[in-house]
């Protein structure tokens, strides 16, 4: 059910369409699948994990077009990211200028990072082409970080924040609650509903609308909820950047990925191989002297 400033019918029609990716999403998906496998679930010893299915996002990320201006101009966060399928899938579709993930499970956050790194080498070699369509073409401006969300004050410069809050714990939905709210940010999209996200742990947001979703690898269904911020405060996304404000949480990533694709390249390899090197076991020799 959507706002009632918006065309019922409008909305019904794009629910039922037939979902299409486009190309460059599609090819996203493909190198996630080839590398890290289709369902999300690698890891171990963190929150409970999901991850909705490439369609069911894009039914979310057509909505929030729709309701939200989510555009090229947009800056994307997700909340415990996981392997970063919804980043990487909106640094393509709308083609955001920011889509930044967070995940405090180390063994999730390498995995994205290894997602982002083949992502990356694919869009090098596309950048000797001349001949791809904008559609085909692979959005890089996206970065992973191994942190607690709640390490930042605001959520600040975000204009969309998103996190699939399946078995959040009460404490970590007041601390964000208190986030989003001291925030410019504009919207707040998730998968529980207004008499938990509004009544209870008090988000300053109204419903405008939801969308049923798929899981991969089960029959759970989970509802996708668009939420609109009630206090007009929003950072314009066509405000040149050094004008936004920026968490220091935040700052370093953002900084980074408006340094180029040749840049990011460099950045994400160097980081996998600090975290690969600080992760394994140093072998202790056995003396052989009596």
């Given amino acids: 059910v959507c706002d009632r400033a918006h065309d019922a019918k409008a909305e019904a029609d794009f629910i039922k369409a037939k979902v299409s990716l486009q190309p460059n999403v599609k090819k ?3 190198i996630v699948s080839n590398k890290t496998g289709s369902i999300g679930g690698n890891g171990h010893g963190g929150a409970i994990y999901g991850e909705t299915t490439s369609a069911s996002l894009q039914k979310i990320i057509g909505l929030m077009k729709t309701h939200t201006g989510f555009n090229q101009s947009s800056r994307f966060i997700d909340v415990g990211s996981g392997l970063g399928k919804p980043n990487l899938h909106v640094a393509q579709d709308p083609g955001v200028t920011f889509s930044y993930g967070i995940e405090m499970e180390k063994v999730r956050w ?3 990072m290894h997602n982002l790194h083949h992502v990356l080498k694919h ?7 001349k001949t791809l369509e904008p559609e085909e073409l692979i959005g890089f401006n996206c970065f992973f970080t191994h942190g607690d969300i709640t390490e930042a004050s605001s959520f600040n410069p975000f204009t969309h924040v998103y996190m699939f809050d399946i078995g959040f714990p009460p404490k970590l939905f007041e601390k964000l ?3 989003f709210n001291r925030s410019s940010s504009s919207y707040l999209i998730c998968y529980h509903p207004p008499r938990l996200i509004v009544d209870r742990y008090k988000f300053g947001v109204e419903l405008l609308c939801q969308q049923n979703t798929t899981m991969h690898g089960s029959s759970e269904n989970h509802t996708g909820y668009i939420y609109r911020r009630k206090t007009a405060r929003p950072i314009r996304g066509t405000q ?6 920026c968490d220091p949480l935040f700052k370093e990533s953002w900084e980074q990925v408006q340094m180029g694709l040749d840049h990011m390249c460099e950045l994400v390899d160097k980081k ?3 975290a690969l090197e600080s992760g394994r076991v140093k072998r202790c020799r ?3 002297s009596m």
Avoid: D, F, G, H
């Fill in 177 to 179: 609650s208190e986030m």
């Fill in 28 to 30: 996203v998906y493909s």
């Fill in 110 to 112: 390498m995995l994205s």
């Fill in 240 to 245: 040149r950047n050094k004008n936004i404000p």
């Fill in 272 to 274: 996998l191989s600090t």
């Fill in 123 to 129: 869009a090098e070699v596309q950048a000797e082409s």
């Fill in 286 to 288: 056995t003396s052989t």
